[in-house]
Nanobody, 125 residues
């Protein structure tokens, strides 16, 4: 199983980035997908998750309408569109895949089965 994240980079505050994560080795359409992030010296936090079909999405409290998660099951890819970026969004962003679906535990990192290598997002002020 491999989750390949890409799209990170450096951007100024107020800017936008779109992260992508392409999965292989799993039946993608049967996995809930999530994005988490970890800033230096801090714990990993939930960013967003999406159910099998893409019909239901979940977000961390800090997102406040700035990020949008989506997926393309034909391309085995999940996306995270990030807008109005802030310096505090600086972190390594990880995608993750989870068998099964439970909306109440979408943000529980320990319930995800597979993780990508992470992509660094740096937001300067």
């Amino acid at each position: 199983v491999q989750l390949q994240a890409s799209g990170g980079g450096s951007v100024q505050a107020g800017g936008s980035l779109r992260l992508s994560c392409t999965a292989s080795g799993i039946t993608f359409s049967t996995y809930m997908m999530g994005w988490f992030r970890q800033a230096p010296g801090k714990e990993r936090n939930f960013v967003a998750a999406i159910n099998f079909s893409g019909g239901s999405t979940y977000y961390g409290d800090f997102v406040k309408g700035r990020f949008t998660i989506s997926r393309d099951n034909a391309k085995n890819t999940v996306y995270l569109q990030m807008t109005t970026l802030k310096p505090e969004d600086t972190a390594v962003y990880y995608c993750a895949a989870r068998r099964g679906y439970n909306s109440g535990t979408a943000g529980f990192a320990n319930l995800y089965d597979y993780w990508g290598q992470g992509t660094l997002v740096t937001v300067s002020s």
